[in-house]
């Protein structure tokens, strides 16, 4: 008999992976390989999204690239509220429940739609209502219309089947159709406001080409769960989404609050030049715990010992690499900032090196978080992410006035600071090695 969307949610609390029982079947050899075409294709989107964020500048005024910024941070925080942590369920009941997955795609995307509706409806309003953010409302209202091109998106759909090629396939589209998009629009002197619609454009072409796919699986769309089912669902899901979406408002927060204590747009584009390089770091960071997670997942099945040693090879091996990256950065930064961007980008060198030494921070703290995550704490990881995220914000409010865009640089490390604290005291069972008296 089919099981219901309560049932498999169990997953979550048996802290259960994504397709983990998949990968464990799977020799070394396979699983190394799929997921290193994933991290090409994630990198290479991501350089292409950066490419596009190039030509941005060079064709628009800095005021305008501060307002892209400011407005694609608001949307994130509205995305990240919509999604509800229904893409990690929709993964792991997908991964043990192939033969539903049309009831599982129909009924995600139908609490993704809903969900995305109220919070685009909210998005709306709190900009109408804020005077700061007016002024950018008519492309928040444009960037917004990404909730609901990311509720019909099935790229959770391979993940869940172990697809990775298909999966890399979508990620990397995007990136090479957003180029193209903005490739044109500023080679053909486009408006501001046709930026949006590029990336819109892009994950709406990659929606349907991912229906496509599933069609050509033999796999068809049926029936969503009744919407009695969708409370149980939210309930498992909603703890992940929360902590994600905390995050999002912790690191995004900077353009954010540098427009709501009125500094100049100018200054904010200089900083978002940086913000950027530093949005480069993390995704390559993230990369990297895409590879980690599973690994970490098996090990906390086998034993305390195998955790305990996965966790502190991987700090080991990593933190080389991130210090001698963020020593690169610091040397570089105004050299950088100002080849990439523009001469006067040069103005954010510090801001830059501060966010350098926050993003090494950060490869710790994710250490920390997926530790936690793998072992089927995410209520603890929520209450260190709510913790965290007020730490973000108080730091940035005080020290914005005083030091402008160099102060919401130290707030962020600051913020990640505290969060490095609550996670080395969350995992510190984990992390000493308990001596059993004889």
Sequence with gaps: MPRGPGEPAQGLRDGGVPGDRSLSTRAPSSTLTRFSALALADVASRGLAFLGTLLIVRAFADEAFGQIGVATTVVTYAL?????????????????????????????????????????T??????????????ILPLVALFG??????????TWVPQALQQTRVLAAANLSIGVLYFLGVLLITRTGGPLWSIPMAQVAAEALVAVGLFRWLRGRAERLTAPWPVAEWGRV????????????????????????????????????????????F????????????????RLSQRAAESPAAFRAEALGSLARVMPLALAGAVGVAVLAPWALGLLFSPSFAGAAMALRILA???????????????????????????????????????????IPIAGIEGVAVGTLGGELVVLALGLWATRGDLVRRVTPE
């Design 145 to 154: 219309l990404t909730v609901f091109t990311g509720a019909l998106s099935l």
């Design 80 to 120: 990240q509220a919509s999604t509800c942590g229904l893409d990690v369920f929709a993964v792991r009941h997908g991964a043990r429940y192939p033969n539903q997955i049309g009831a599982t795609a129909s009924s995600v995307m139908a609490m993704r739609g809903a969900l995305g509706l109220a919070a685009y």
């Design 357 to 399: 030494a926050a993003a090494v921070v950060n490869v710790v703290n994710n250490h920390f978080r997926y530790m936690l995550l793998a072992t089927n704490r995410q209520q603890v990881d929520l209450r260190n992410t709510t913790f965290a995220t007020a730490a973000h914000v108080a730091f940035k409010v005080m020290l």
């Design 234 to 277: 939210l309930r498992e899901s909603a703890p992940i989404g929360a902590s994600w979406l905390l995050r999002a408002i912790a690191l995004g927060s900077d353009l954010v609050l540098l427009r709501l204590l009125l500094v100049g747009d100018a200054q904010i584009g200089w900083y978002n030049g940086a913000w950027r390089l």
């Design 279 to 294: 949005g480069l770091m993390m995704g390559l960071s993230a990369v990297y715990f895409t590879i980690l997670f599973p």
């Design 122 to 135: 909210v998005l709306l309003v709190v900009c109408w209502a804020l005077p700061a953010l007016r002024p």
